[in-house]
């Protein structure tokens, strides 16, 4: 089916608890954005499936925490304090603010239709400023990291040293990052507050292109394994005026997000314009040692750069599915079991007191291995409606037979049909429904 709506998504999200609006009780802030229940496993799903992949499966990437306030010379070496900005335009009729790169006519507002009524475009400054100490002035001046890239490159030399590193090496990091952007919105695609993932690879300069298209298939590879559709999820190569300041190449992961294709992850050749920025303006030499050849040079470095907030979004966008069931509508998340925040939920079929013995012997044997729910509340059919529209790929329903037989039912999300499994052969059976995804 085609791509829902933002607002159906925005609902369901709200509905079942993976993203409230935040600060609602007060009527709201503007692009923020809170995870319920539901929403925190997706995104540590999201976090474990990515670092599983960038680090915990390799043996040439290493993880790293970094702060997010910096030193201000950080984003004065990286070029950020000079050049982070997007060119904000003004429509004199109604006063409404745009990015002018993301308008489809440039002429003409697309808030109330005027052609001709922007100002000129100046430079609006992306960091989110703050003060450390009690007195706000000048020498007190710190950001929140725009992007967690800037604590790895000022790491490089103590991750390559404690970690004993040869080229090529990564350093991976999950992280909060804050723009002040000029036009948030689109539900969680783009807001103040962000999370990111990303990976700096650290190469020989002459392989800088070759690790690059390694890592546009990887990363494009992810997003399809973790099950996104293939005709929604492509490639494409930034054109040399899209150009981040610090990049020679970069081709984003864009998704068919409703309003078009959009991007969800940026894979940049960095070259080495941040290693050789921060021994400019540091005084530390950041130059790699080659022993073999007694060589000193600056790596080049490839950047996978994806969002973890984002990424849940088009996650969410990508299952979403109607389809009709026993005659009636029903919504249904095909998420990738991985992702899934629910793995199995337990339904007894009746709240009576017969059946809350043998609900907690499933339950527990269940519990610890999967992220489970019990449900009691509601006819059963309700309750599998609601797990459909969470996305959770098996229902455990039991019954007044299963005193008898010991033996329980197995309703799978995607085709809902039912198997009768033996509660001793309940975990066997869902590990291997499950193949080794969760
Ligand atoms: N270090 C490179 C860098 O930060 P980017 O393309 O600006 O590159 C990487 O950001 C990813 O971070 C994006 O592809 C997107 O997934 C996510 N991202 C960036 N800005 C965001 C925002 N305002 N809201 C949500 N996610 C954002």
């Not at 929140?144 to 000022?154: D, M």
């Not at 009768?420 to 052969?425: A, D, P, S, V």
Request: with cysteine; aromatic share 10%; glycine share 6%.
């Amino acid at each position: 089916m085609p791509a829902p709506s933002l607002d159906v998504i925005a609902n369901l999200a709200k509905r079942r608890g993976f993203v409230f609006p935040a600060s609602e009780i007060y009527g709201g802030l503007r692009s923020s954005w809170d995870y319920g229940p539901l929403g925190v496993e997706l995104l540590r799903n999201l976090r474990a499936a990515w670092w599983k992949s960038m680090v915990v499966d390799r043996d040439d990437v290493v993880g790293l925490d970094s702060s997010i306030l910096q030193a201000r010379q950080v984003w004065v070496a990286s070029g950020h304090e000079a050049s982070f900005t997007d060119p904000l335009v003004e429509c004199r009729n109604c006063n409404n603010r745009f990015r002018l790169d993301k308008l489809d006519d440039p002429n003409r507002c697309p808030n109330c239709g005027k052609e001709g009524t922007f100002t000129e475009p100046r430079p609006f400054h992306l960091m989110l400023k703050t003060f450390l100490g009690p007195v706000e002035e000048d020498a007190a001046v710190v950001y929140l990291r725009p992007e967690t890239a800037q604590g790895i490159f000022i790491n490089y030399e103590n991750v390559r040293r404690s970690a004993r590193l040869r080229l090529p090496f990564g350093i991976a990091q999950i992280g909060k990052a804050f723009r002040n952007e000029i036009t948030p919105g689109q539900f969680v695609f783009r807001t103040r507050e962000f999370e990111q993932m990303e990976m700096e690879f650290f190469v020989r300069p002459e392989e800088a292109e070759k690790w690059h298209s390694y890592w546009l298939d990887a990363r494009l590879q992810w997003y399809l394994d973790l099950g996104m559709a293939p005709d929604r999820v492509r490639l494409r190569a930034h054109e040399a005026d899209e150009l981040a300041h610090y990049s020679s190449a970069t081709s984003d992961v864009e998704y068919l997000f409703p309003w078009g294709w959009d991007e969800l992850e940026g894979i940049a050749n960095r070259s080495d314009f941040d290693l050789r920025a921060h021994t400019e303006h540091s005084g530390v030499d950041l130059r790699y040692y080659d022993q073999e050849a007694d060589e000193r040079f600056f790596p080049f470095v490839v950047e996978p750069a994806a969002g973890v907030t984002r990424s849940a979004f088009a996650f969410l966008l990508d299952a979403y599915d109607e389809d009709e069931v026993g005659g009636e509508n029903r919504i249904v998340l095909r998420l990738h079991p991985r992702l899934a925040p629910v793995k199995v939920a337990v339904l007894p079929l009746s709240k009576k007191d017969e059946l809350v013995e043998v609900t907690n012997e499933v339950a527990s044997l269940l519990r610890g291995r999967w992220t489970m729910e019990i449900d009691v509340t509601q006819s059963i059919g309700r309750r599998y409606r609601r797990q459909d529209e969470i996305g959770t790929p098996y229902c455990v329903t039991i019954d007044f037979d299963t005193l008898d037989d010991r033996a329980v039912t197995v309703r799978d999300r995607d085709t809902t049909e039912q198997v009768r499994i033996g509660i001793t052969e309940l975990v066997e059976h869902l590990d291997g429904r499950f193949g080794g995804a969760v």
